[in-house]
Nanobody, 122 residues
Framework: VQLQASGGGLVQAGGSLRLSCAAS????????MGWFRQAPGKEREFVAA????????YYQNSVKGRFTVSRDNDKNTVYLQMNSLKPEDTAVYYC????????????????WGQGTQVTVSS
C-alpha cells in the first residue's frame, strides 16, 4: 500500500496550492479519503474528508470555504485545493484512507501517506 502526497511548497499568504495524493495497493475507489496536518510542536489534526463516491464531505471549521477536497477514482488520486492560505495553515499535510464513511465525517485511518510540507509566509 502506498499513499504518495505531493504539491506542497512555499506560498505567500492569500495564495493557493493544490495537494495531490496518489494511492496504490488497495481498492481506492471504495475508501473514504482524508487529509490531516501537523504544525511544528502541535498534534496532528483533521482537515478534510471525502466519501468514496464524493457524495459526502466534511471540513475542519478553520478551512471551510477555503479548502476543497476532491477525488478521481479513475486515477486513484485525492486532491486538496487550498485557497486564501494563511500563515496558520503552515504544516506537514498527510493523506489517509479509511475503510468507510463515518458519522460526522470522522476519519479513522487504515492507511497513512507520507507528508508534504506547506509553508505560508506572511
Amino acid at each position: 500500500v502506498q499513499l504518495q502526497a505531493s504539491g506542497g511548497g512555499l506560498v505567500q499568504a492569500g495564495g493557493s496550492l493544490r495537494l495531490s495524493c496518489a494511492a496504490s495497493g488497495f481498492t481506492f475507489s471504495s475508501y473514504t479519503m482524508g487529509w490531516f496536518r501537523q504544525a511544528p510542536g502541535k498534534e496532528r489534526e483533521f482537515v478534510a474528508a471525502l466519501s468514496w463516491n464524493s457524495d459526502n464531505t466534511y471540513y475542519q471549521n478553520s478551512v471551510k470555504g477555503r479548502f476543497t477536497v476532491s477525488r478521481d477514482n479513475d486515477k486513484n488520486t485525492v486532491y486538496l485545493q487550498m485557497n486564501s492560505l494563511k500563515p496558520e495553515d503552515t504544516a506537514v499535510y498527510y493523506c489517509a484512507a479509511d475503510r468507510r464513511w463515518r458519522p460526522g465525517g470522522t476519519v479513522v485511518p487504515t492507511f497513512w501517506g507520507q507528508g508534504t510540507q506547506v509553508t505560508v509566509s506572511s
